[in-house]
């Protein structure tokens, strides 16, 4: 892969990150790496996470208080739970520079957008959001490489400054990201597809196993390798966090669920009738899909998502 | 990883695998590994499996039919879809040796083995399934290591032959397989969750998102990476093989299915009504299946299955 770009240059010169967890972190770690000049100010409401951030030296300064943090800054980005991002915007309000740019990484953004631009009059707000991330969180979690190749979706609001945009993308591709602009409220439907509706679906098989009376936990364990254990990857991720996508996206999540369901329905009928043809119409359909998520790049083409068979 | 034990032995000295896909083709490379002195003869019904089996040397023998290849066995082993597995059994009746041990690999050993045993009455059926598998079909998607450190079921029917049954598993170990015994029926509802229930899932859904309207394709495979392509890997499954599986383990996979949809109303429910708690509760305790996966080795605890994020 090529080193990012960083001709252009994002003429942001001290970034503040407010939330040091995976995401929070891996962009510490990225700008560290990719923008050396760049200043980096940490700060994250949890104490415990602040004193790791600092014992691990994970960027220049990790100030004790929100406000403290953004008093210098040119760009703020928020890197909180979606559901946490309001009162955390509110926490900087009476601190933030004028001019500066401020963005977030939340996983859904029509409400994060209304959120910050509430809390923030004025502000110069231009939400995005990396499409990347692990099952592990926390400050400890992160690590400069995570956007590389990844898609960093920028949702600026109606009427939103310009070239504050352009900085944002910019920054996003010095991080190794490619970039693609979108209206808020596609952002949600094409989200709640593609990462929300599969976390729902994984935490709630998970749960469903947990469950059963005579197939015992331990079992499930022992077998998960013939599928299940691929769901539970997913059903680790970070609770709070998923909590308050699925609350904060609710009206295009309860939409896909209601399509799924649907599906869902409709192949346990073509079960339950011994409707062999339909099974396997969908079954064949279904692979291609798969075919170019790998030709694109977005997958590792190593079978078994290239799990070690070796000794 | 120590490498198997073959102190014990098998006993068996000629093997015949029937159907060279990836578990057959697999058990021919690991015999071939870690059985050296046993003669291995493959058959597939299918002449370009078998043409790409000779040609890749996979094993010493490709048969031109399903009864000469079993004429000389002294283990037969069934590695065909579970649909399959009657009339492949019928093919070899007239020819299979008196004393030979048949087995399978199938992923439902109820319908299998009353399949396997009235096609060949008064022969010593011993079914297993080995839990592993990748997401690639064919002779050459195989290889040697894919049992190691897997479970293998052996489900032997009531009254089966004691020594048989231990050749059999022995043969698994040798393989690098840990083996268990389980009643042909409890292994039916253990897999139909940790396997089929899961597999059905990920074909839905993979279906669902490929129907919407309003968000294409392309943004369904450009944004995959925030869940949604972990499922494509499981959806890329082989169609034929799977079709099977839910034909033939149909109540217990419509059992597993309702349980896990009223869990999804549940959950759609706490979601529409805005109980954070509710799902918060959930999403912790799914985490703590996760961690006894990989205690448990059962896999890659590197973060997002190991995929690489470096440059």
Known sequence: MLPPSTSLGTGFSRVTIIGLGLIGSSIARA????????????????????????????????????GAAV???????????VGAMGAAAAEIAADLPADAVVSDVGSCK??????????????????????????????EAGFATLFQNRWCIV??????????????????????AEVEMMAPDHHDRVLAVTS???????????????????VTRSEV??????????????????????????LSNKEAVLDMLQRFSEDLSALQRAIRWGKGDELFDLFTRTRAIR????????????PDFGRSHDE
């Open 110 to 139: 029509e409400s994060v957008a209304a959120e910050l631009m509430a809390a923030l009059p004025g502000a110069k707000v231009i939400p995005a959001h990396p499409v990347a991330g692990t099952e592990n969180s926390g400050p």
């Open 71 to 81: 008093t210098d800054a040119d760009f703020v980005i928020f890197c909180v739970p």
């Open 221 to 246: 364990i022992k077998y998960s390798a013939g599928g299940f254990r691929d769901f539970t990857r997913i059903a680790a991720s970070d609770p709070t966090m998923w909590r308050d996508v699925f």
């Open 31 to 66: 700008v560290g790496k990719y923008m050396p000049d760049v200043v980096v100010t940490g700060y994250d409401a949890n104490p415990d996470v602040r004193a790791t951030a600092q014992a691990i030296g994970l960027c220049g300064d990790i100030a004790d208080s929100a």
């Open 155 to 176: 949702t600026p609001p109606e009427g939103a400054d310009s070239l504050a945009v352009e900085r944002v993308c910019e920054f996003w591709r010095a991080l190794g």
């Open 196 to 214: 929300h509706l599969p976390h729902l679906i994984a935490y709630t098989i998970v749960g469903t196993a947990s469950d059963l009376e005579e």
């Open 291 to 302: 075919r170019s998520i790998l030709e694109e790049g977005q997958d590792d083409a190593r």
